[in-house]
Each structure stands twice: as structure tokens, then as C-alpha cells.
């Protein structure tokens, strides 16, 4: 078995060989590795080839592959039951651990992605206001539902232009795209439409294009905005929840959401979503109200019982300043080594235990349209570099990497020993 004839197979029976776009490599080229297990920081190919991994399944595995404290409860899972499509105790335990550790979640329904939290989340927001209009940020990623598949219009401000086939303009016409940073076009919309808009949604921590920190100030004004014209504010906390600190942004910035979403650490590595927020909005939903929202596999035992592992060690431990700080000086240092061989100045952009790199720049970059053109391909080599040595980055510039608490200082300078020398070889060709 290898990855190269594997892929040959997947492309036959899947689109693109793939489950998800990332992951076919199309963005920084050659064959995708096809991974067999996994193991702490660890991940092993189908051809025992090594890597440390600060993919990390794109962020929900904030104590790394197969935890141990996590392992323990999946296998009490299996001699208990997989699905009841019932009530069950296990939900109940779950949701009642986050009400009580975060103020505004006051109620919390759970779904199966963070697509499928968000799009519920916006049908709430519709309900409670008797508003259609959606207004949000380019350079924040939402999940795949229609309504959010948009980039900014090339026209008026505000206006926005479908991201994807197969989404009519009827789809989208209650879409108002932002750039993100950007307070006066946000007032000046406000003053346009405000009394039209249901919800602005925004990922408080921008993170699915690059590391797009926002200015504090600048989240503040939505906040104010929206309550000023009375639409919902609604933080897509699906990779900054329980990630950045276990109150996630919101907490970080002392901002409360009216609703938020969570997904990724949230089910420990299984499949989970959640929509939450104040009680008034979500005794909308069915069967306390009249939105509809239902889900077979929804609170699937698996994901339950998981995510109640994965966050009550993340409360109890509390290890967020710790990978912080590793993630931090990690970075910064193996940028100090991209320097050295690839003949471009690097920087290290961190927030938490989640990093990007990108070519540096005398300003903080907080904006789309900032990322430099040679971005893409200045990292897809970098990336090959790194790879061949058996450090597995998320394989696209364009996405952040994650420190988990498995990144022990030996495995960190591990990986740095393993940049200096495969970029040394790379580079030098
Ligand atoms: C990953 C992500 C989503 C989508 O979650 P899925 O589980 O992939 O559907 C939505 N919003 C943000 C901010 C995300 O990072």
C-alpha cells in the first residue's frame, strides 16, 4: 500500500479522491499522504513513514491523537451503546458542564458539524427578529451552507457574490459581505440597513484564511453596532471555542455572543456541533418554539461522552497559557529557521495554541486582501520541505496549524532539528 496508488483509487470512486477539498494537496501540490494511525502528537503513513502532525485534524484534538483520559470513554462507549435516537443522560451531562462554566451559554442544542450549527443558528436569528438579512466578514469562514457561500460584491459596499457553483443570487440575496477591519464601513451599512439585518456573524478569531487577529475595538463596534439596531450577535466560535481559553474568544475579549457556535473540540475528535446562547432565543427552537431543527445521530453517545472528557480535562487542567507560551516560542524560532534557508523573512503569527505563518510585513496583517500574492507558493514549498522530513503542516497557506498538549518540549525541538535539516536540503538544491 501506498499513498500514490491509493489516491489513484480514491479519485476513481470520490470527487477530487477526497472527503473534504483541503485535503487532496491541490493547494500545495503532489500526492496527498494517505495516514493509517495516529498516536499523541504522532501520525504514521501507510508506509510507516513518520510525522509529527500540527494539523492536528484541523483543531479539535486539543490533547492530541488517542488520549488516553478520552480513549477510556469511547471504550465504555462501545460496551454501552452507540445511538439511542432517545434521550440520554450523556447530553444532560455535557451541556449542564458548559451552561454552568459559560454565562451567556444558557442553553446549547447539539448537531453533527459546525456547518450545521451555524445554519441553525442564522434560522434562530431570522425567528427572533422577523429580519432576513445576514451580514458578515470576508476572510471568516462559516462552514459549507448556502447562504454563507459568498465573497464580498464587486459592486456597492455590503454586496456579496456567490463563492460557490451551484447557489442561485437568490441564495445569497440576504447576504451583506464586510472586509473585516473595517469600522466605517461597518457604520455607514449599519445606517443603510441595520433595522434589516438578523444577525452579524463573525469568527471573533479569524482563522480559516490565515491568522486574521482582530483588533479588540473593532469587535466591540459590531457588538455595539448590532445592539444599537437590535440584530443578534452571533460568534462563530466553532475553532476558537474551547481552543484559545475554555470560554474561547468571547471570553478573551469580556464580549457576549447572543448565540454562538461550537464544533471541533467540542465532540474530543468526533463528530459534534453546537448552537447556543441566551434562553429568550433558544426556547425558539423545536419543540419549545417554532424553529424547526432536528438530527438523527444528534448527541451521538460517541461524541457525548468524548467531548465531556476533552473538556472537563481541558477546565480541570487548564493548560491554555502553557501551549500559549510553547506555541509561541516554538514559532517564533522555527520562523528564525525558514529565514535562514528559504531566502524570504518569515513571521510567526500565533494566538493561543493556533499559528500561521506568512511572508513578514512591517504591519499586523487583519485583513483578506493583505496576504501577499506569493503566499500560496512560497508555502507549498516550504511545506514540501517540511514533509519530506516528517513535520505535517495543514496543507494549505491559507490554514492555521495547532499546537496540542502532546507537543512536549523534546517533540518541539524535534521538529526543529527536522526544519533545519530538511530545509537545508530543499533549499540548497
Ligand atoms: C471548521 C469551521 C466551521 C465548519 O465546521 P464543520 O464541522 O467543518 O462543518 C465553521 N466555522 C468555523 C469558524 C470553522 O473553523
Redesign the pocket.
Given at each position: 500500500m501506498n499513498s500514490k496508488d491509493l489516491f489513484e483509487r480514491s479519485k476513481k470512486v470520490s470527487p477530487g479522491g477526497v472527503h473534504?477539498p483541503v485535503r487532496s494537496f491541490a493547494s500545495v501540490g503532489g500526492t496527498p499522504v494517505f495516514f493509517q494511525k495516529a498516536e499523541g502528537a504522532k501520525l504514521f503513513d501507510v508506509e510507516g513513514k513518520e510525522y509529527i502532525d500540527y494539523c492536528q485534524s484541523?483543531?479539535p484534538l486539543l490533547f492530541g491523537h488517542r488520549h488516553p483520559d478520552i480513549a477510556d470513554v469511547v471504550r465504555e462507549t462501545v460496551e454501552t451503546a452507540w445511538s439511542f435516537g432517545a434521550c440520554e443522560p450523556y447530553s444532560l451531562e455535557l451541556a449542564e458542564f458548559i451552561t454552568s462554566r459559560i454565562p451567556w451559554v444558557e442553553k446549547i442544542r447539539f448537531v453533527?458539524?459546525?456547518?450545521?450549527?451555524?445554519m441553525s443558528a442564522l434560522r434562530v436569528a431570522r425567528a427572533s427578529t422577523g429580519r432576513n438579512k445576514i451580514l458578515k466578514f470576508d476572510g471568516?469562514?462559516?462552514?459549507?451552507l448556502d447562504a454563507l457561500l459568498v465573497k464580498a460584491g464587486s459592486g456597492l459596499a455590503g454586496q456579496s457574490s456567490t463563492d460557490s457553483a451551484g447557489i442561485g443570487e437568490e441564495m445569497i440575496k440576504n447576504t451583506l459581505v464586510l472586509p473585516l477591519d473595517d469600522e466605517s464601513a461597518l457604520e455607514a451599512l449599519f445606517q443603510k440597513e441595520g433595522d434589516l439585518i438578523a444577525a452579524v456573524i463573525i469568527?471573533p478569531l479569524?482563522?480559516?484564511y490565515g491568522l486574521l487577529i482582530q483588533r479588540k475595538e473593532f469587535i466591540q463596534k459590531i457588538a455595539a453596532l448590532a445592539k444599537k439596531h437590535e440584530a443578534l450577535l452571533l460568534f462563530?466560535?466553532?475553532?476558537?471555542g474551547f481552543r484559545v481559553g475554555f470560554q474561547g474568544m468571547a471570553g478573551e475579549l469580556g464580549i457576549e455572543p447572543d448565540l454562538v457556535?461550537y464544533?471541533?473540540i467540542l465532540g474530543g475528535g468526533f463528530?459534534v456541533?453546537a448552537y447556543a446562547g441566551k434562553a429568550v432565543y433558544m426556547d425558539l427552537v423545536a419543540p419549545s418554539g417554532p424553529v424547526y431543527q432536528a438530527g438523527t445521530l444528534s448527541a451521538n453517545p460517541f461524541g457525548m461522552r468524548a467531548g465531556l472528557a476533552c473538556l472537563k480535562k481541558a477546565w480541570n487542567e487548564n493548560p491554555y497559557k502553557t501551549l500559549e507560551k510553547n506555541c509561541s516560542d516554538f514559532t517564533h524560532e522555527l520562523s528564525r529557521i525558514f529565514d535562514r534557508y528559504t531566502g524570504i523573512k518569515w513571521q510567526a503569527v500565533s494566538y493561543g495554541s493556533l499559528f500561521w505563518f506568512k511572508e513578514y510585513s512591517d504591519t499586523s496583517i487583519r485583513n483578506l486582501t493583505q496576504i501577499p500574492g506569493g503566499h500560496k507558493n512560497n508555502f507549498a514549498k516550504l511545506f514540501h520541505a517540511l514533509l519530506k522530513e516528517g513535520v505535517y503542516l495543514a496543507p494549505s497557506g491559507y490554514e492555521v496549524g495547532f499546537l496540542s498538549t502532546v507537543h512536549t518540549k523534546e517533540i518541539l525541538q524535534e521538529t526543529l532539528n527536522k526544519a533545519e535539516s530538511g530545509l537545508k536540503k530543499e533549499y540548497s538544491k
Amino acid at each position: 500500500m501506498n499513498s500514490k496508488d491509493l489516491f489513484e483509487r480514491s479519485k476513481k470512486v470520490s470527487p477530487g479522491g477526497v472527503h473534504s477539498p483541503v485535503r487532496s494537496f491541490a493547494s500545495v501540490g503532489g500526492t496527498p499522504v494517505f495516514f493509517q494511525k495516529a498516536e499523541g502528537a504522532k501520525l504514521f503513513d501507510v508506509e510507516g513513514k513518520e510525522y509529527i502532525d500540527y494539523c492536528q485534524s484541523f483543531g479539535p484534538l486539543l490533547f492530541g491523537h488517542r488520549h488516553p483520559d478520552i480513549a477510556d470513554v469511547v471504550r465504555e462507549t462501545v460496551e454501552t451503546a452507540w445511538s439511542f435516537g432517545a434521550c440520554e443522560p450523556y447530553s444532560l451531562e455535557l451541556a449542564e458542564f458548559i451552561t454552568s462554566r459559560i454565562p451567556w451559554v444558557e442553553k446549547i442544542r447539539f448537531v453533527n458539524s459546525g456547518t450545521e450549527a451555524v445554519m441553525s443558528a442564522l434560522r434562530v436569528a431570522r425567528a427572533s427578529t422577523g429580519r432576513n438579512k445576514i451580514l458578515k466578514f470576508d476572510g471568516c469562514y462559516h462552514g459549507h451552507l448556502d447562504a454563507l457561500l459568498v465573497k464580498a460584491g464587486s459592486g456597492l459596499a455590503g454586496q456579496s457574490s456567490t463563492d460557490s457553483a451551484g447557489i442561485g443570487e437568490e441564495m445569497i440575496k440576504n447576504t451583506l459581505v464586510l472586509p473585516l477591519d473595517d469600522e466605517s464601513a461597518l457604520e455607514a451599512l449599519f445606517q443603510k440597513e441595520g433595522d434589516l439585518i438578523a444577525a452579524v456573524i463573525i469568527e471573533p478569531l479569524p482563522a480559516n484564511y490565515g491568522l486574521l487577529i482582530q483588533r479588540k475595538e473593532f469587535i466591540q463596534k459590531i457588538a455595539a453596532l448590532a445592539k444599537k439596531h437590535e440584530a443578534l450577535l452571533l460568534f462563530d466560535e466553532v475553532i476558537s471555542g474551547f481552543r484559545v481559553g475554555f470560554q474561547g474568544m468571547a471570553g478573551e475579549l469580556g464580549i457576549e455572543p447572543d448565540l454562538v457556535c461550537y464544533g471541533k473540540i467540542l465532540g474530543g475528535g468526533f463528530p459534534v456541533g453546537a448552537y447556543a446562547g441566551k434562553a429568550v432565543y433558544m426556547d425558539l427552537v423545536a419543540p419549545s418554539g417554532p424553529v424547526y431543527q432536528a438530527g438523527t445521530l444528534s448527541a451521538n453517545p460517541f461524541g457525548m461522552r468524548a467531548g465531556l472528557a476533552c473538556l472537563k480535562k481541558a477546565w480541570n487542567e487548564n493548560p491554555y497559557k502553557t501551549l500559549e507560551k510553547n506555541c509561541s516560542d516554538f514559532t517564533h524560532e522555527l520562523s528564525r529557521i525558514f529565514d535562514r534557508y528559504t531566502g524570504i523573512k518569515w513571521q510567526a503569527v500565533s494566538y493561543g495554541s493556533l499559528f500561521w505563518f506568512k511572508e513578514y510585513s512591517d504591519t499586523s496583517i487583519r485583513n483578506l486582501t493583505q496576504i501577499p500574492g506569493g503566499h500560496k507558493n512560497n508555502f507549498a514549498k516550504l511545506f514540501h520541505a517540511l514533509l519530506k522530513e516528517g513535520v505535517y503542516l495543514a496543507p494549505s497557506g491559507y490554514e492555521v496549524g495547532f499546537l496540542s498538549t502532546v507537543h512536549t518540549k523534546e517533540i518541539l525541538q524535534e521538529t526543529l532539528n527536522k526544519a533545519e535539516s530538511g530545509l537545508k536540503k530543499e533549499y540548497s538544491k
